[in-house]
């Protein structure tokens, strides 16, 4: 069976659609949450109400994660069109990065309480700052990218997420050789590592836009 892109599926059928809906609302909340949160943990902003603006909204996500992959099974247990498998297995598997998504900017809100009592917040706007921006942009071009089958936009998405991996390798390197603070080093450490894993799955769900559905996540491994 040679299996299309998402863009192909689209063409084919409605379902896909409502639940493409579903998973750029998520995508409109880890926005809204990683801003939040680098505001708090880049920038020094005051935490202010963790549980409405961070929780709750992951919360939400929980809840559209759980809500798709009904609507999966309840629309696979009722039709016999054999071309709807390959649309459940794009939408299994970008549920699971949008929840992810979430979850790691949890872990990146928790660094805040192993900081130092008086962070010096222009380090940390210096080591993280350019990251913090482009992860932003990232998430609308994501959005964007699935949401209208954007094979242009999800090209952009997945040579960004490859660039700022290395760079955030080169700068966990760079912070483990340098005379920072133990407290400090730790820190940007872990943000950096959360930085990289949610671009991962920012690449993961752009990269069913582009390729077929048995290649998803693994679009730069090359097939022996």
Same mark, same amino acid.
């Given at each position: ?14 379902? #896909? ?38 929780? !709750? +909204? ?11 992959? +009904? ?59 350019? #990251? ?16 209208? #089958? ?15 991996? +290395? ?5 966990? +390197?760079?912070?483990?050789? #340098? ?37 998803? !996540? ?7």
């Amino acid at each position: 069976m040679k299996f299309g892109s998402i863009l192909d599926l689209f063409r084919q059928d409605n379902w #896909s659609n409502e639940l493409a809906d579903r998973i750029g609302e998520m995508l409109e909340l880890g926005r809204d949450m990683f801003t939040y949160t680098a505001g708090v943990v880049v920038e020094g902003k005051e935490d202010t109400d963790p549980q409405t603006l961070l929780y !709750d +909204r992951d919360k939400r996500i929980n809840h559209l994660e759980r809500k798709i992959r +009904r609507r999966i099974v309840s629309h696979l247990s009722m039709t016999n069109q054999g071309a709807d498998i390959p649309s459940a297995l794009i939408f299994t598997n970008v549920v699971k990065d949008g929840e992810r998504i979430g979850d790691y900017i949890k872990n990146m809100h928790e660094v805040r309480a192993m900081m130092p009592e008086s962070p010096d917040w222009d380090l940390y706007r210096k080591w993280l700052g350019p #990251s913090t921006e482009t992860i932003q942009g990232m998430f609308t071009t994501t959005h964007g990218a699935f949401q209208e #089958s954007d094979a242009e936009l999800a090209g952009k998405v997945i040579k960004q997420a490859k660039n700022e991996g +290395r760079e955030h390798e080169r700068l966990i +390197r760079e912070v483990t050789t #340098s005379d920072l603070a133990t407290p400090d080093a730790v820190c940007l450490v872990l943000v950096l590592r959360f930085f990289k894993r949610m671009v991962a799955h920012m690449s993961n769900i752009a990269s069913t836009v582009v390729m077929p559905v048995d290649m998803i !996540d693994f679009y730069d491994e090359p097939e022996k």
